[in-house]
């Protein structure tokens, strides 16, 4: 096969680049909380994140935080009834914080004040952190941690 580019550096940069495409396709992540009631839960985030969900059908609400990510609320016991008794039961675990959702955007003061607003709890307020940006934390009803943060 004959090449078409002259350059042969640019030409393997331009091979590399296919091939890491082949590799790690394009896909859009979900990341999915567990909460006791997701109406409540769909209301707060509604709120916070300033926007209506793209999907809200009984089990399952998701909220597109950008073109490749999408935070999802499923009921406690849907995940229960969808993986059965091969999962430890997430009810008992409610309230005590086992992820963080860190969200960098423009204006991290207006959404933490906004889930204030909706009912989370303040655990620290807006300040400079030691990784270089500045963030605010709260928590859920359902004990969900979320930072509001944007880099400095």
Known sequence: MK??????ELEEKVLRSLNMYVMFPIMK?????YVKDQEQ???FYSAVL?????LHVPGMTEFE?????VLGLMPERGIKRLLG????????????PRAELYLRIDNPSVYHDRALKM???ELSALESRDWGDIAAYSID??????AFAKTL
């Not at 090449?3 to 042969?8: E, F, V």
């Open 50 to 54: 300033a926007q209506e969900p793209i």
């Open 29 to 33: 992540v979900h990341f999915i909380l």
């Open 85 to 96: 008794e091969c999962l430890p039961d997430p009810e008992p675990g409610r309230g005590i």
């Open 41 to 43: 839960s769909k209301q």
């Open 65 to 69: 935080l950008n073109n490749g990510c």
């Open 119 to 121: 009912g989370a709890k």
């Open 141 to 146: 009803q359902d004990g969900h941690v979320i």
């Open 3 to 8: 090449s078409l580019l002259l350059n042969k």
